[in-house]
């Protein structure tokens, strides 16, 4: 049996942060939207480590506050014990302030968060709903069918304008129905990862930040949580996953041995408790042909995903939503033609995903060290180096999201190349010659179009000075001049 149900402007797949901050965005933008989600929230998830970008973001949707309230545990950046040489920190704090901070998450507790805060925007949120098709006319999507969990012989229709896919890794559009996912042969990995009590982290970690801890085979997360407990991984080729694995009898004797082969692991997990079982994920590196096209945009995992390396799955997920909600309202608004949006959508994101793409690829090669990664970062977010108030000024902007947020609202500034003079800046280097898929420019960096906040989410054009600056802290550069205008005032 079919039912038809109300037409909506804009339909919303997937309850994950993608789906849920693109549904609230657009609800409080007054546009109708609808969001189906097949699961019953809460549930579990991993990704537990949010750049601070995602704080910004969730102004925006109205969530901060409530996340903040909900007690997760604050994070001011990271810990990297990376290599052979000394540790090195991203602190978000030092660089930009206290303002500048997100959080370490359990994720079932988060999403569930977010996705009551898309409901009390204004958003229909339907759980316990799977999609089962969409239905394109003339290459466009124009409805969805699909079925509750209570009644699944009941397909329900609607129709819609727009669609956003935030499905993940089911991928409703990319994977289901134009099966134009690839998958990255560089990061061919599984990770493996459970649950301590205790509070130990290496000496010099931001608060609430993460350690990130290489091996030669692999690297390690430490992250902290709330009610006194860690999530730690380990992260490693699936080949030499297969070969271990026949070794142990169980996951959790695996995990056990890869955290008393790592010195600084075992030291700060020593004489705590495991509090879960173990988990495995593999086969999640991929990247689909499009982005976006007439009528829908992807966001989130159903678009990408990269590794966990940098913690750049829920950024750039809270990134789309952004950039998908405010693509739609700039259309709905008459500010911008459709096709126009989409390509400014298309463009930023991809080269957000590319850019950081780029950067875990080279630390991967753990032999480059810090210098090697500082100067990519340099290269890759367009920073003169007489602008880095501190070496890593750069590489610290883009993982925490920073760069992504500035280009879209003042224009992309990786197009002024930095360059480094000495050893960090290898000779005849290319930059993205890395990663096989390559930035899509399909839109027009000197046509001015911009992000804007306020007084509305959309798309304008601006001159790059203008547009709203709610979204993105100064600069290491600007913050010092700023510190250097107070003091001589």
Not at 367 to 382: D, I, K, N, V
Request: proline content about 4%; hydrophobic content about 40%.
């Amino acid at each position: 049996m079919e039912l038809s149900t109300a037409d909506v402007k804009v339909l919303v797949v997937g309850g994950g942060p993608a789906g849920s901050l693109a549904a609230a965005l657009l609800a409080r933008a007054g546009i109708d939207v609808l969001l189906l989600e097949k699961d019953v929230f809460p549930r579990y998830h991993i990704g537990e480590a949010l750049a601070s970008s995602c704080r910004s973001i969730l102004e925006l949707a109205g969530a901060a506050q409530k996340v903040d309230d909900f007690g997760f545990m604050s994070k001011h950046g990271g810990l990297f014990r990376w290599g052979t040489e000394k540790d090195w920190c991203a602190d978000w704090t030092e660089m930009f302030g206290p303002e500048v901070r997100s959080w370490s998450v359990d994720r079932s507790e988060f999403d569930h968060v977010l996705l009551k805060n898309a409901a009390e925007q204004g958003a229909r949120v339907v759980e316990n709903a799977a999609v089962k098709r969409v239905v394109f006319e003339d290459g466009r999507p124009v409805a969805a069918e699909w079925v509750r969990g209570d009644a699944p012989e009941q397909l329900r229709t609607t129709r819609f304008d727009f669609i956003v896919d935030a499905s993940g890794r089911a991928g409703v559009l990319t994977a289901q129905h134009f099966k134009n996912r690839t998958r990255h042969e560089v990061f061919r990995n599984v990770a493996i990862w459970s649950y301590w009590d205790g509070e130990e982290l290496l000496p010099g970690t931001p608060q609430g930040g993460s350690n990130i801890i290489s091996s030669p085979d692999g690297w390690y997360w430490v992250i902290p949580l709330r009610n006194g407990r860690r999530s730690v991984g380990f992260v490693m080729h699936e080949t030499a996953f297969r070969e271990r694995r026949r070794d142990y009898d169980s996951l959790e004797d695996f995990l056990s041995a890869l955290v008393d082969e790592s010195d600084t692991v075992r030291s700060l997990v020593q004489g705590d408790t495991r509090l879960a079982k173990a988990r495995v994920e593999q086969d999640y590196s991929y990247v689909s042909g499009d982005f976006s096209g007439p009528g829908y945009f992807v966001a989130g995992d159903a678009a990408c995903f990269l590794d966990p390396l940098l913690s750049s799955g829920v950024h750039l997920a809270s990134y789309s939503a952004l950039l998908a909600a405010a693509s739609i309202v700039a259309v709905v608004d008459g500010d911008t033609e459709e096709s126009e949006a989409s390509a400014f959508y298309e463009s930023l994101y991809r080269n957000a995903y590319t850019r950081m793409l780029a950067m875990v690829s080279r630390m991967y090669d753990q032999y480059q060290g810090q210098a090697g990664y500082f100067w990519l970062a340099q290269r890759l977010t367009g920073t003169p180096a007489e602008r880095a108030v501190q070496p890593n000024s750069a590489f610290v902007e883009l993982v925490a999201g920073i760069s992504d947020l500035f280009d879209a609202q003042h224009g992309k500034e990786s197009d002024q190349v930095a360059t480094v003079p000495g050893p960090a800046a290898p000779a005849n280097e290319d930059t993205l010659g890395l990663v096989e898929i390559m930035p899509r420019d399909l839109y027009d960096d000197n046509s001015q179009l911009r992000l804007v906040t306020s007084p509305r989410l959309g798309l304008r054009r601006e001159q790059p000075a203008t547009g709203g600056g709610r979204l993105r802290p100064p600069r290491p550069a600007e913050a010092a001049e700023q510190a250097d205008l107070t003091t001589a005032g």
